[in-house]
């Protein structure tokens, strides 16, 4: 930081004005903080910080439409824009228009731009949307994707991609079709600590992995839409066990060949009365890799994932929530915790499909990423039905 | 701490030789230590110490034979003998006469009282052995413990207790013949860490348990008896995997109904010609506690179990080790490493097995509890090799 004039307020004739903005000065990075006028005029004077970058405005930005205004819209993917250099929120699609035009009002989104589920299709002839982001529960990602991709926009969708492979398949057909690009929200792919476990992994930094340890859960209150069969397609392993499926695939870095599943559900939970409780898999890789991954919606919450290497193992706990990820590693003769900078997980996922979409590139998670998934969860259900390892 | 007389050294007319005892005073209770003597003449002074407790002399202990003399024995058992009120070593079995004269010298045994293989049921004869602990491979505890049953003696043998269901049985069969005890060296349920875990699943702290994850292994150096099928009855599932076991299975205080299993090999590792390299298992209990394990003979040391509740969670890491285990504890608001009283793991497990030779009691740990676990084991080989779940 340069150097900036001491201060002088008493010894020198300089007009008060001048004063202000001379007579504060602010050593952040040494540590020192000298005020020495009143707080009241530190307003004016912070126009000349130079520490302050002040974003760009609104340029040539990839256009969004978020498509549907629940929790997870509302509290992190609409903030999240405002981490963006590349992609700038357009347009709104939900049932709800007082919650719609709220939402716009607060990050500047034309009125014009607010849809419904009626008038969708009719996004096709809003040139300012490059981009729908589909944050609808599950059952509904097919559908509107489908009909995204008709409209000649580029989707990304929430994960699960959808509720069976056939689905999945179809948003894939569409897309192609329509020639526009179709990613998964898989947002641990786009976050840092996650990063860091498949760099380790891949460099062989601790020898070869040999088993990845997963696991996953919450204690789920009632009467949501995660706990409705039709909905989201099945219980915490649709919701949270694509995490440690995703976790043991990407650390592996390989395609899993069998798989073996225990599910247990509470007889007499009102929660499950349609639903998987938890489910336990075991994945086992080309290379040999083991996974032994578990998701549950009746215990507290916890996310880890370890991966056990030849020379040591390295570790994510908490793994997966949207902050606060911290990372271990276990070198055989010392225990390191390494600080990484973290990163808004939304607005990476999101600056990665407006890259895609600006230099006509295919993205880190495709369409065919949340099939393979989806094939897989299905063989895990069936493993855990018919009580057999499931050869994929 | 009873109140000793004031330093008066220059005071009295106290001959020498009691100034030098009454003018130290040591309060260590109270964070208080006056010395006014030189230090050559606290030797004489620590005679009156009251902090000091001197350990009774050997009285009447319950004498113990030690079968099998390599790393085990010689580094763990033997020096626990020290930190042990009721147990002490007054035999050796080896069958290298020079190791067991020199540990016999080190630990004050008699040479009459070293026996080899050959000799060994003469044991019968020596009223000073009351307890034999079998140290030896995993092939020769049903032999050496059934022989030791049949010469009067209680016994104690390490883990895994057999290599078959077939050969527990006809211990437990030889003990109760005999009328003598005989117990399995499970030495971490006599440990105060995996003794917290057990309290705090049983008394629900953290709301019923419903998940475990117990992980255990090692890279494992070539030309080890344990990598010899005849000799250890298998590979890290025998010899390591049993504590994943019983870890899930004294955490849960249940016993588990199905099995599902996934193995694993690397082909051509010259350590692995006759035993298995990894094996992950699932196993379900009545509760509807499910428990996802692994072990393996291939990875870097690790050893962690952890217990996920309704409300938080719990766990060792590491969990196994003879000594260093931590915990931490989860209550879903709040990080907590409790901090325990470590004890000897060795000296606790042989205390307890004189306890119940002297009062007349049962182990905690029965050899019906080491035939449960081979009964889980080979069900788990069994669900590996047919990759179907097994029913227990």
Known sequence: MPDLPGPNVSKSSTPAKDITRRGFITKVGQGLVIANVAGALLKNASA?????????????????????????AINQILPAFAQCDHSRVVALVSGHPDKANKLALRYGVNPKNIYNYENYDTIKDNPE?????????NSMHAEYTIRGAQAGKHVLTEKPMANTPADCQAMIDAARKANRKLMVAYRCRYEPFNQEMIRMARQQELGPVKLIVADIGFDIPP???????????????????????????YISGEEPTEVNAMSYTTPGDPRFKEVEESINFQLKFPSG?????????????????????????????????YTGQQMRINRGDRLESPYIQPRDHFASEMEHMSQCVMEDKTPLTPGEEGLRDLTIMMAIYEAARTNKTVKL
Chains 1, 2 share one sequence.
Do not use: T
Not at 48 to 72: M, R, S, T
Not at 223 to 246: F, H, P, S, V
């Open 289 to 321: 890799i083991l996974a032994n991954c578990s998701s549950s919606y009746a215990c507290a919450w916890r996310s880890h994932f370890r991966a056990l290497a030849k020379n040591g193992y390295f570790e994510l706990d908490p793994a997966s929530p």
């Open 48 to 72: 000349q910080q130079p520490i302050l970058k002040v974003p760009d405005p609104p340029g040539k930005k990839v256009g969004w439409a978020v498509v549907g205004l629940g929790n997870l």
């Open 129 to 137: 949307v490059d981009v729908i982001y589909i944050v609808l529960p």
């Open 223 to 249: 009467n949501m839409w995660r706990l409705n069969k039709a909905m989201a397609g099945g219980g915490c392993l649709m919701d949270i066990g694509i995490y440690a499926l995703q976790a043991a695939r």
